[in-house]
């Protein structure tokens, strides 16, 4: 073999090994971001090596771990890589890599929030809650798990619901994709006095007011809006193809003149105010305040 045919050979063999690299990163990092947890072993069976190193010290293993982090602090990503060595909390026998959430004392407190009001909400059975709660809990850095399992834990540990709510995720999920793909839906539904019926409709708009989520039907595209309660529907049995709406519901409207449901014809109605004026204008959007000038009476206009 001639030195050109070995340059040529080894340049292509480069090529090959550094396709091969980043490939195998590229499946590394996704494995990573998607929450999968990163061994020694693992990396063997991804890379599809063998190695006769007792105490897994390959090179090639720890280039590609410092690639991936390289790469994150480089693009500022809001993860980091977790090696044994940097968390005291993980024994360095596991020899366990994950990313995890960076520390943000901003998305702590969001997330606080975001769980009392979820939580007060009572829109969910508790097992639901509980993994909802869940799910905001692990957005966060490890050190900040905990620090956000007590600030919520005496809101979670005394929740409250209906001891009838049925699981409503399943359900929440079905029909936002109808409402996005412009679907019928062939379903079950309870009403108020305990009695099922089967109705053909197409979900509009979901939303969610006092304790329940509610779902904008039309029976017809040319029909005036239904509510359902999402709780109340109990099965969805056939979803077929629809049309785009004809008319839309505004659910801005909706709240700015709605109090209890939609039923019957709009009114205006005027009351005496005898607790804090603002506390009645901000439970009743676009009222107006004013003073009886012949008794004094605060009066309120919803």
């Excluded at 539904?189 to 053909?200: L, M, P, R, T, V």
């Excluded at 009351?271 to 676009?286: N, V």
Aim: charged fraction near 30%.
């Amino acid at each position: 073999m001639t030195a050109k045919q070995k340059a040529e050979d080894a340049e292509t063999k480069s090529k090959v090994d550094n396709r091969a690299g980043t490939e195998r990163a590229i499946e590394l990092t996704m494995r990573l971001l998607k929450g999968e947890k990163i061994t020694y072993n693992r990396w063997l069976d991804i890379a599809a090596k063998e190695t006769k190193q007792p105490n897994k010290k390959d090179r090639t293993f720890w280039r590609d771990l410092a690639d991936i982090e390289d790469q994150l602090d480089k693009t500022h990503y809001n993860k980091r890589l977790l090696r044994p060595k940097r968390d005291p909390n993980i024994p360095n026998a596991e020899k366990i890599y994950q990313l995890v959430n960076c520390p943000d004392k901003v998305r702590l407190v969001r997330m606080i929030a975001l769980a009392h009001i979820i939580l007060a909400s009572r829109a969910l059975n508790k097992t639901e809650m509980d993994q909802l709660v869940t799910t905001l809990q692990s957005t966060l850095a490890l050190n900040e798990q905990e620090q956000f399992k007590l600030a919520v834990a005496g809101d979670q540990g005394s929740y409250v619901t209906s001891p009838r709510r049925p699981p409503l995720l399943a359900y929440l999920g079905q029909i936002t994709a109808a409402i996005e793909q412009h679907q019928r839906l062939v379903f079950t539904y309870q009403n108020a006095e305990g009695e099922s019926k089967i109705h053909e409709a197409q979900p509009e708009t979901l939303f969610f007011d006092t304790y329940y989520f509610y779902v904008v039907m039309r029976l017809k595209p040319e029909a005036d809006y239904l509510l359902f309660r999402l709780d109340r529907i109990t099965a969805i049995k056939e979803v077929k193809s629809g049309a785009v709406p004809q008319q839309h519901f505004r659910l801005r409207e909706y709240r700015q003149q709605t109090y209890l449901l939609a039923m019957g014809e709009p009114i205006v109605f005027s009351f005496k105010c005898w607790i804090s004026p603002q506390t009645a204008l901000e439970r009743f959007p676009g009222s107006t305040e004013k003073v009886d000038s012949k008794t004094g009476d605060t009066v309120i206009t919803a």
